[in-house]
């Protein structure tokens, strides 16, 4: 086949399920990967995607994924690292093992997926390797340095190889989504607001309307407009926000 | 007519040209702005956009300039502010005139631009105000201070805008075009590649190459992704640079 | 006279005061310099520094201050530029004149300053050059555009001046002020809360106290800490905040 | 007694050495913590300090040393976290598993050793927490993403926690240590230069020429100067490079 295979791992309803059904709607052969197959499936047959099992926070998963996604799809010319693991607390009540292992899962979950990628990628020269991270991959707030510490790693991760990689062709990109993204189906009344974020009730939408609001939809056409980037003109780091948050 | 409008100002065969050509292919009726008509009507007919004569240093003939525009094709969506007086030298032998008159057409001339765009987008609730930024917008060198300090104050301005106009639905973004662009025609050999910039030489090379080094046309490519992207995932900044650019 | 004589442009009686009664203190010759020269004397007076007039808005004001300085205290070894012409207000109801001399103010009375200081450092291969930012010299907030302008662009001009005297044994420093200052005199009951900071009553305080705020006295020290900085260690920018503020 | 305790971490004849010794000066008892103790003593006795074992990537030998200094010393009023892992490599030659326990022994290290000082601080409401960042902790390089990830994963915390602890009357500082320091006994021909910085020969050199070069004196002053801050004005991060280091 001489469609591009794309790969997406920590895939869900959100920013990773709107880039999924971008890429193949842009004639990408997708494949999304999540811990559980089962909660994924439905996800994945919906928009014509392949689901894989893989877990994130173990490097043998990660590489075993890539094998699959090889023999299934072909090796990938698009890999997204999207999962990450929120902890909240203040200082002291931190449980340090699994303030270790969150740290763990997010930031050498991401090394491993870039190594796997750049290794189908550099003999090719050409590729994409995206991050998705949050307000807290450059601002460590109070009562959240676990979660700090994972997305500020994955944006140094990120940078080194934006300097390593883009050389040999291959585009890396960290995406800064900054504010709460609208669950699926979400209303808009208040879209964007990071207070309301959580709150917002399930409510039949229009996808122009969807555009409105922080929604995953807005946000992957952020991921489809890099991908287009020309390698003549590169970013290598994308801050998005909906219009109403305050930043 | 249903046409949108866009204003370029401080245009030149460069970024702002391959911008200008993008947006006519895009359905824009465009309006280019430089202080030496004769020069800029050439570029603007070749493109079908409409010439205007503008001295991005004066104020008043920034907002004549908008009232022209204004009559002749109506009152621009898009606006890019362009121009920079690029200034380098060591701190002692600045002639303190010709600083304080760099310094000032390049951020009074930003701000005349984003109040008379601003004046015509806030009644109707959306618009795009552009400015293009530079390495020295972010990054201060030795022996390029008034630069720096010109380019540092119109990002100033275009944080600060982003914050006020946002959610009054107008985007607001600063582009970082990191790297010496390619000069029209230039061959791409060594594209991208800062030092050799003001080398390249004349030759007839396809779109496609061009769109490999750090040409106007590969810039103006993100400059027109960022004009799409829907109001509910923007982003205020954007940096670019070729793949080969060290950073 | 061997004691190293001091330049403070902008001076009153918040961070420049406490930074000149420091520098008395310290063994320092200290000039201050004001627009308003009665109003600047007893404050100089009481510290033991000389008052100066001078216009920081005119460039040829600040060379005349210079050679007054030469003339009755030598050059200077340390320099502080403070001052800066702050204009809030939304975009359309900007006054661009006002605008225009509001940066021009800011940022070429910057530049004169760093240039005279530099012309004496520079032969003596030693020297301080130190600037007063704020919060808008590294944050641009909404209707706040044209202060944001000329702070950025101070701090543009700091970055570039330290990369290009350091060599030279001049240390450039740029302090970035984040919060309201303490009004002389202030209580401290909420001490270092932005929003408090325009409402502190007068009261008899002791100098501990005004040290647990965010007191030109607190400040001062830092100022004092940079100057002391042996030139194999410096930092070439400061953010300093209470520690009661948000950020 | 009511000498004022420091424990710093990651011990050596660097830059903790040179603030262990500050400290003690300033009338600090001082524990030093390395995991080699027989090399670590010399040091410790020879700057009337007190050497204790520990492992920087164990969190049980962390607590563990705390405890102990707790024993010996009383709580520590400030403590430095010093150490970090360095990993070198491009991106298809690294280890996962050397990887994954450079960032944990550098980050959870720096995690546990905050969690435990502040556990002893918060009660008093006073304290200093300090981390020795690097040029990596905010620029990640080519050919160094894990050594990048480390260290920025610890200035999320380090921001975080100054965040946090703030109002509570505890100072976090990161240090930015920007260049190659000095090694002991180091001519300062080249100091602060950073290619040289390796090849620096023995030698005997005066205290002052060591505040020439970028030496651990000449760091340790910055360190010193951060603890005097009064709390009305307190930096949270300081970047620290030789007045010959570009940037």
Same mark, same amino acid.
């Given at each position: 086949? !001489? ?16 880039? /999924?059904? *971008? ?33 994130? @926070?173990?490097?043998? @998963? ?38 270790? !292992?969150?740290?763990? !899962? ?11 990628? *750049? ?14 991270? *949050?307000?807290? !991959? ?11 510490? /994972? ?83 590169? @970013? ?12």
């Amino acid at each position: 086949m !001489s469609q591009p295979g794309a790969l997406i791992i920590g895939a869900g309803p959100g920013i990773s399920g709107a880039f /999924g059904s *971008a890429l193949v709607a842009a004639g990408y052969r997708v494949a999304l990967a999540a811990r559980n197959l089962e909660r994924l499936r439905p996800l994945a047959t919906g928009m014509g995607a392949t689901a894989f099992a893989a877990d994130a @926070s173990s490097p043998a @998963s990660i590489v075993q994924l890539f094998s699959d996604v090889d023999a299934a799809l072909g090796p990938p010319e698009v890999v997204l690292f999207n999962p990450s693991a929120r902890m909240r607390g203040e200082l002291l009540g931190i449980d340090i093992e699994l303030a270790a !292992s969150a740290i763990q !899962s997010t930031a050498v979950g991401a090394l491993v997926t870039a190594q796997e990628a *750049a290794r189908r990628m550099l003999p090719r020269g050409r590729g994409s390797i995206f991050f998705t991270g *949050a307000t807290a !991959s450059i601002k460590g707030f109070a009562s959240s340095s676990v979660f700090a510490m /994972g997305k500020f790693a994955v944006r140094g991760l990120a940078q080194s190889l934006a300097r390593e990689l883009a050389p040999a062709g291959i585009h890396v990109v960290h995406f800064v989504i900054d504010g709460g993204v609208l669950k699926d189906g979400g209303t808009l009344k208040d879209g964007g607001a990071r207070k309301e974020a959580g709150t917002l009730k399930e409510g039949g939408i229009e996808q122009g309307e969807r555009l409105e609001g922080f929604s995953p939809e807005a946000i992957a056409k952020s991921y489809m407009a890099a991908l287009a980037q020309p390698r003549g003109a590169w @970013s290598w780091e994308l801050e998005l926000r909906s219009f109403k948050e305050p930043f």
